[in-house]
């Protein structure tokens, strides 16, 4: 029944970005625009984010099991609908609705766990499965899209979801049948911890969504193989916390690790020496790591010791997804109209190998037609061009040259679109940098308030 | 350790790692990894052709023509190529450069001296050409000294470019075949006219 919960809040949060991996075949097959993909990804984000507080209002915790399953049954009902969506407006909604359902079965989920497995268990056991998620929600999305559909995302949750419903309702609380009582006292939110997870959200949101999308879109890998890159992250992430234990630090300290790992991730990740995707491993192990190290640790701050226990894990969730809302909005339009920038630099460096070419003049001449014919046909994409090449008769001496020569233009690709993206990750690196900066200024304020709290004492 | 030092260590490692990363990056060449820039179109650039005869010859005029012509207009080759093709009538402008930088290319080619004699054009100029094969056979039996002498390269070239039809040619970019055969069949007509007022005066 945990484990069944514990899944269920791990689907909820890799939701957030499940979906990258399959944006571009939901482009093609359900005929949208780019703006109207990347809104299957933000309205979840920025749904999740508006109602996992409201969710955690009193009348509706005080029933957790009727709120957890209610939640899943809608979140498992949405996802059936989504992979159901006949045009991407329905699509959109129903990501809507999946958010709304999946708002309330994180609020439910997480007293149910800690209802059934105690406060240090319970929480760890959702923050936990929500850092997991959340990491390994684009190598699944991209694995399902790669093996059988875009569709197959979420089909694949309704059995996880539906089998959690009965579980939900058979968890005993110490309060069965009752409404949980309200504690005595209840806190102010932890403003420090939870801007600073928003701000390392949206700068995560630059290597789960970027990098996928440069991956697949830009260096044009499968999105099986985008998915298998990207796994590091999530492996990375698990490593985290045997190594937090092994060098054990402050909190504080931690955590400016976390940003510092993110931040230097990023920059590497904008950085890339070649397309090759082995250079972009170790930047996304630094970011992995940055990941386990902050994350929960932040998640788990944000709820120390403060009541209502739920309102507090709905502020962290809040903070995480629009967080992520905020690094999309930002990083969108920087991407976008860099890859548009690029388009000039990248037709004039073909245009260059093209001209100085080892070719006989009539072989050069039907290259260039047939560039110039596929590269008007793809424009405002990041073009095939073996399609180009496909089509090509030369005489056989030129055959090697143009083989080279198809190298080549995509090695000027691959540069082009690699720069395209440079800035925007430095973006995101400069906003892990921002978290650090927070994270610097909470533990400033913690210890002026201690200090304050000792002289009073004294 | 003390528990300072101690605490000190994650946050030192995640640095180390930081900059090892970043540095190892950096050092493979991450920093340059960016599309080739077009070279200024004024700087010298070595253009070769893989074909002989008049259509490698054809080749070398309009690489380096395009050249000249960019640097006039002070834009890129490839800038200049691709406002080219993509346009439907060029400017003046775009003609007066086009046309003056083959002038300059042939002009170059032939202080280099790398133009080749005229005799080696002469089979393929006769080849195409309606002439009738009294005077085909007649301008064949002259030897290619003779030829050379009588016709510079430089001048027939420079007669080729004068005729040619710069603005046609430029409009019909979109059939790049065109462009090819319109340069060398005005090569191949300087070439035969000049050999024809030649052969006919001797005559």
């Given at each position: 029944m945990g484990l069944l919960l514990t899944v269920t809040v791990g689907l909820v949060l890799a939701d957030s970005a499940i979906v990258t991996l399959a944006l571009p075949e939901m482009l093609e097959?359900?005929?949208?625009?780019?703006?109207?993909?990347?809104?299957?990804?933000?309205?979840?984000n920025l749904v999740l984010g508006v109602l996992a507080v409201p969710a955690a209002l009193r009348p509706l915790r005080v029933r957790p099991r009727i709120l957890a399953a209610a939640g899943i049954a809608v979140f498992a009902g949405a996802s059936a609908w989504c992979a159901a969506a006949p045009t991407i407006e329905v699509l959109i909604a129903a990501r809507c609705l999946q958010a709304v359902g999946g708002a309330f079965a994180l609020v439910g989920a997480l007293e149910l766990l800690v209802a059934r497995s105690g406060e240090r268990r319970g929480v760890a056991a959702w923050v936990t499965a929500g850092v997991v998620g959340t990491a390994a929600g684009p190598v699944a999305g991209g694995l399902l899209t790669e093996a059988i559909s875009w569709q197959a995302i979420f089909i694949a949750q309704v059995p996880f979801a539906a089998l959690a419903v009965p579980a939900a309702l058979a968890v005993r609380t110490r309060h069965q049948g009752q409404a949980v009582p309200e504690p005595a006292v209840s806190h102010r939110p932890v403003i420090g911890?939870?801007?600073?997870?928003?701000?390392?959200?949206?700068?995560?949101?630059?290597?789960?969504?970027?990098?996928?999308?440069?991956?697949?879109?830009?260096?044009?890998?499968?999105?099986a193989t985008a998915a298998l890159t990207v796994s590091v992250i999530p492996v990375a992430a698990l490593a985290a916390q045997p190594l937090?234990?092994?060098?054990?630090?402050?909190?504080?300290?931690?955590?400016?690790?976390?940003?510092?790992?993110?931040?230097?991730?990023?920059?590497?990740?904008?950085?890339?020496?070649?397309?090759d995707l082995w250079w972009t491993v170790a930047p996304q192990a630094l970011v992995g790591l940055g990941l386990g190290l902050s994350v929960d640790e932040l998640t788990h701050r944000a709820m120390e010791d403060r009541l209502p226990r739920a309102r507090h894990a709905a502020w962290t969730i809040s903070a995480r997804h629009l967080g992520v809302v905020v690094g999309l909005a930002v990083l969108t339009p920087v991407f976008t109209a860099d890859l548009l920038d690029a388009e000039e630099p990248a037709t004039e460096a073909i245009a260059a190998l093209v001209l100085d070419a080892p070719l006989q003049p009539d072989d050069k001449i039907s290259v260039a037609r047939a560039?110039?014919?596929?590269?008007?046909?793809?424009?405002?994409?990041?073009?095939?061009?073996?399609?180009?090449?496909?089509?090509?008769?030369?005489?056989?001496?030129?055959?090697?040259a143009v083989a080279d020569l198809e190298r080549g233009l995509d090695d000027q690709l691959d540069r082009s679109v690699s720069l395209a993206f440079r800035d925007s990750y430095l973006v995101g690196a400069g906003l892990a940098a921002l978290a650090l900066l927070s994270v610097g200024l909470t533990a400033a304020a913690g210890a002026a308030r201690r200090s304050r709290a000792r002289r009073s004492l004294v | 350790m003390s528990a300072?030092?101690?605490?000190?260590?994650?946050p030192g490692l995640a640095l180390a790692l930081v900059a090892g990363v970043v540095g190892a990056q950096v050092a493979a060449g991450g920093g340059d990894f960016a599309p080739l820039r077009p070279a200024d179109a004024c700087a010298d650039r070595a253009v070769t052709s893989q074909a002989d005869g008049i259509e490698g010859l054809t080749e070398q005029l309009v690489l380096r023509g395009i050249d000249d012509a960019a640097c006039t207009l002070d834009v890129s080759r490839e800038a200049l190529t691709l406002e080219l093709?993509?346009?439907?009538?060029?400017?003046d402008a775009q003609?007066?450069?086009?046309?003056?930088?083959?002038?300059?290319?042939?002009?170059?080619?032939?202080?280099?001296d790398a133009l080749p004699p005229s005799s080696s054009l002469v089979d393929e100029a006769l080849e195409g050409s309606d002439l009738n094969r009294f005077v085909k056979g007649a301008i064949r039996l002259v030897p290619d000294s003779v030829v050379d002498d009588a016709l510079p390269t430089e001048d027939v070239l420079t007669r080729a470019v004068d005729e040619l039809d710069v603005r046609a040619v430029l409009s019909d970019l979109d059939d790049a075949e065109a462009l090819n055969e319109a340069v060398q069949d005005a090569v191949t007509q300087a070439v035969r006219d000049e050999l024809t007022d030649r052969v006919r005066n001797l005559v």
């Open positions: 097959q359900l005929d949208a625009s780019v703006t109207e993909v990347a809104w299957v990804l933000i309205s979840y911890h939870n801007v600073t997870l928003a701000l390392l959200s949206a700068a995560l949101t630059a290597a789960l969504f970027l990098l996928v999308l440069l991956l697949v879109e830009g260096w044009r890998h499968s999105p937090a234990r092994l060098l054990r630090t402050t909190p504080d300290l931690e955590l400016a690790a976390g940003c510092v790992l993110v931040a230097g991730g990023l920059v590497g990740l904008a950085l890339p020496p070649s397309a560039l110039g014919s596929h590269l008007t046909d793809q424009r405002g994409q990041v073009p095939e061009l073996d399609g180009a090449f496909a089509e090509l008769d030369v005489r056989a001496e030129d055959e090697a | 300072g030092l101690r605490a000190g260590v994650l093709a993509q346009q439907e009538e060029p400017t003609v007066d450069a086009v046309r003056d930088g083959l002038r300059a290319a042939v002009g170059e080619l032939a202080d280099e």
